[in-house]
């Protein structure tokens, strides 16, 4: 059973504040119509869609306004300097000196947490991806002995490697 057509899914997202949600479909499977219209909203970055199971066996397929681009606001840490985002290739590139730094001096390879401060990185995540893009890329190698020692690089263009360490 169909609750909301294509366009009203549209006017609800114009008009709906962001963390308001709707019940766009209920049912085993939303229709074509409805289900590539919400679609299209969460590809646009809109939405987000989630689905919660219903007292009679079918779902309810519920879609939830996000903040437009313009309303999201990356908090800052004061006092702290931090990449922008969209400067990838840049932080990237300090992880990669902070690399370089450890092996050639024969420390320990820093953690995902201590290059994230040290660079000025959001989170550990962001770190991990940022040494996942120089293993892509061949600038490095990465082993990780065991999950109680420090995962040891060694920098393509040198062949220095970071010392084996305990975590």
Not at 56 to 62: A, E, K, N, P, W
Not at 89 to 110: D, I, Y
Not at 141 to 151: A, G, K, Y
Request: glycine share 8%; with cysteine.
């Amino acid at each position: 059973m169909q609750i909301m057509k294509p366009e009203q899914a549209q006017d609800w997202v114009e008009r709906a504040a962001p963390g308001e949600d709707a019940v766009y479909c209920t049912g085993k499977r939303p229709g074509e119509a409805i289900g590539a219209a919400v679609r299209a909203l969460h590809e646009r970055g809109l939405v987000t869609m989630t689905s919660k199971r219903a007292t009679d066996g079918g779902f309810r397929f519920i879609m939830q306004r996000l903040p437009t681009p313009k309303e999201r606001r990356r908090v800052l840490n004061p006092g702290h300097f931090k990449i922008r985002s969209d400067d990838a290739k840049r932080s990237t590139q300090a992880v990669f000196r902070q690399l370089v730094r450890a092996a050639n001096r024969g420390e320990p390879c820093p953690t995902n947490a201590e290059l994230a401060r040290i660079v000025g990185l959001q989170d550990s995540v962001a770190a991990s991806y940022r040494v996942r893009c120089l293993v892509r890329d061949g600038r490095i190698s990465v082993w990780e002995p065991s999950p109680l020692e420090r995962r040891v690089i060694t920098i393509a263009d040198t062949g220095a490697q970071t010392l084996r360490a305990l975590l």
